[in-house]
């Protein structure tokens, strides 16, 4: 089983920068490939990025490719993700989230979620 906390939201100007860190339990973290999706008011959750469980392949996003990067840190069991370029609409609750699966893009395909962190973007 893997348990994730999510941290590093906040409220950021249009154009700024926020990291957010995702920290798992859990010995079998490196064998999950960890995503991170975003949930705004009234709207479905959605994709925004995936690293596979080797780190060595990432998957965005069109809205984010090019502003955002997913990265892990096995050793310290994290994951995180750097968001530049800040826009309004990406004002939502960021989750990580863990998986078994090779689909990266759809929620139905993880296994474990964080309880999800709030980022707001002002114009």
């Known amino acids: 089983q893997v348990q994730l906390v999510e941290s590093g939201g906040g409220l950021v100007q249009a154009g700024g920068s926020l990291r957010l860190s995702c920290a798992a339990s859990g010995r079998t973290f490196s064998r999950y490939g960890m995503g991170w999706f975003r949930q705004a008011p009234g709207k479905e959750r959605e994709f925004v990025a995936a690293?596979?469980?080797?780190?060595?392949?990432?998957y965005y996003s069109d809205s984010v490719k090019g502003r955002f990067t997913i990265s892990r840190d096995n050793a310290k069991t994290m994951v995180y993700l750097q968001m530049n370029r800040l826009k309004p609409e990406d004002t939502a609750i960021y989750s990580c989230?863990?998986?078994?699966?090779?689909?990266?893009?759809?929620?139905?395909?993880?296994?474990?979620w964080g309880q999800g962190t709030q980022v707001t973007v002002s114009s």
């Open positions: 690293i596979t469980s080797s780190g060595l392949t990432t």
């Open positions: 989230a863990a998986t078994s699966s090779w689909v990266f893009r759809a929620p139905d395909e993880y296994d474990y």
